[in-house]
């Protein structure tokens, strides 16, 4: 274990900046390691805010204050120290990076000349990322000097391909820190799905560096490489997501670190019969405004939700189950919710959209939408399915609901998410946490981690079922998925309680408090690995 003298700086695109599942990653994690090293964690984060007020985080302006004053003479870069608003209250240092902007040839030829990577032909967030990064290692180098921890045992922490530069930098610059880098999922693996191209079936025949260059993803790629080969440990999420490093970053990873979740997110007895009350209510008076027709109480509610990506989160797959479930004209009304931010100008106070809650900026360009209308989802009057596009991020104050997504998840029956592209999967796993049954694919990693845990039957719906999903099942996958939610619906109130109190079991072993030691594996690997120490 890390001595309690020593420290471990943390850096992610997502600390006190809620985007994507990193940010549950990071903000879940950091209770149990503020438990083990108080006040010896440090996250940095990017402040994008200006002058808005960032609910994530709390300042203290006393904390490290003569070293804010020493870093920004020396850096230009502007910090604000304080506390991330989550379990813990971990410190947090959020970075402004931009000045470095004013330096990005110098740093871009750098990395070029230390690890040949070509940043011209960087694409997307690649720029916005790379000086967020640089400004996290500069911060992190900076503390490093100030609290004296030249002697310590040190350790950084880095996320994602957006923070590999802040580990090449620390290799370069500091290289006593033993550094960790995780990828949560290769930049190229996710860029050939996206792209519509079959991983599974012809995986042992690419090449992460010839498939960069046909995807125009040769900055971003050579990045996640270089970081993966440079840092002390390397690390990545699941056993899936292991052989697509191996395969194309030419790097197997030093341990798995498999995503947890922290219970203190759940709340317990009275607290969460309340808000699951509360959420049903607002949902089924939402859909019973927004349709026309009244929603029965006992409808069963669906959900899937995640970040936008059609295909690899399997938005097309849940959309035609639907259209499934639908034609077979079940005898419980049921109404699916899709909770997918998207491009929005602001909610429809009246609601009168068909199943729109939020209008879109571009909606001739969605494809949600654009499969909804396809397949004549107008929520009819006389039909039991409904299903309803929430194009909005749910933190309170998205104008219809107002609840943050924790709050409305308690509310639902069943979840699903038929991934197609999945290297962890956390929302199947926020749900069992809240004892809502699940349904996702064996080609998500949290799927995977389940099947071994549970040994479930592909049809078992006790907490999680798992469906096949590869190249060519497309429809198979969405009838596997039409069973589950008809087999699910016609539970009785017995079979429900048990289905729920299954799935809030399983999520027990996947608390921090046991995939934690994994970590503690990665840091003492880091630095086993730092010749340095």
Not at 83 to 110: C, M, Q
Not at 290 to 295: E, P, V
Not at 359 to 366: A, H, I, R, S, T
Request: aromatic letters at 12%; glycine letters at 6%.
């Amino acid at each position: 274990m890390v001595e309690k003298t020593g420290f471990i700086f943390e850096s992610s695109w997502e600390v006190c900046n809620k985007v994507g599942g990193i940010y549950t990653v990071l903000s879940t994690r950091a209770n149990t390691l503020q438990t083990l090293f108080p006040d010896k964690i440090v996250f940095i984060g990017p402040d994008i805010w200006a002058e808005k007020e960032n609910p994530d985080f709390v300042e203290e302006k006393n904390l490290w204050r003569n070293w804010k004053k020493q870093f920004t003479a020396q850096s230009q870069l502007l910090v604000r120290v304080g506390r991330w608003n989550v379990p813990g209250n971990p410190i947090a240092v959020l970075v402004d990076f931009y000045p470095n902007y004013r330096h990005k040839s110098t740093i871009y030829y750098e990395m070029w000349e230390k690890f040949g990577i070509d940043s011209t032909v960087g694409c997307g967030d690649y720029d916005e990322s790379c000086m967020f990064a640089y400004a996290a290692a500069q911060t992190i180098e900076s503390l490093y000097r100030f609290l004296k921890l030249e002697k310590k045992k040190v350790i950084a922490h880095l996320n994602e391909w957006m923070l590999g530069m802040a580990a090449l930098y620390l290799h370069v610059h500091t290289p006593k820190i033993a550094t960790i880098f995780t990828t949560h999922a290769t930049s190229i693996g996710r860029s050939i799905c996206g792209n519509n191209k079959a991983l599974y079936e012809q995986f042992t025949h690419y090449n992460g560096d010839q498939m960069a260059r046909e995807l125009n993803m040769i900055g971003k790629h050579q990045l996640e490489k270089q970081a993966a080969l440079h840092v002390d440990c390397f690390t990545t999420v699941s056993e899936i997501t292991g052989r697509e490093c191996t395969q194309l970053l030419d790097k197997q990873p030093d341990i798995i670190t498999p995503n947890g979740f922290e219970t203190d997110f759940v709340p317990k007895g009275k607290a969460y019969d309340e808000k699951r009350a509360a959420s049903r209510q607002k949902m089924l008076q939402i859909a019973s405004q927004m349709t026309g027709s009244g929603i029965a109480d006992d409808a069963l509610l669906i959900a899937t939700s995640g970040r936008y990506e059609y295909r690899n989160k399997g938005l097309d797959v849940f959309i035609e189950s639907m259209h499934r479930v639908k034609k077979a004209n079940p005898k419980r009304a049921i109404v699916a919710f899709i909770l997918v931010p998207a491009w929005i100008k602001g909610a429809y106070k009246d609601l009168q959209h068909p199943y729109l809650t939020h209008e879109l900026v571009e909606p001739q360009n969605d494809k949600i939408s654009e499969y909804l209308r396809y397949l004549h989802f107008t929520n009819e009057d006389g039909n039991p399915v409904k299903i309803i596009f929430v194009p909005s991020y749910l933190t309170g104050n998205d104008g219809i609901f107002n609840l943050p997504y924790y709050d409305l998840l308690a509310g639902f029956d069943l979840t699903v998410f038929p991934s197609y592209y999945e290297p962890w999967g956390y929302t199947p796993l926020e749900s069992i946490a809240f004892g809502i049954p699940t349904v996702t694919t064996d080609k998500a990693g949290f799927g995977i981690w389940a099947q071994q845990v549970q040994k479930a039957k592909q049809s078992d719906l006790q907490a999680v079922t798992i469906v096949k999903r590869n190249d060519n099942n497309y429809f198979e996958t969405a009838e596997a998925v039409k069973s589950a939610i008809l087999e699910y619906s016609s539970y009785d109130e017995q079979q429900t309680a048990k289905a729920r109190k299954s799935a809030q079991k399983l999520s027990e072993k996947a608390a921090w408090s046991h995939f934690i030691q994994y970590y503690m594996e990665a840091y003492q690997i880091a630095l086993k690995h730092n010749k340095f120490k």
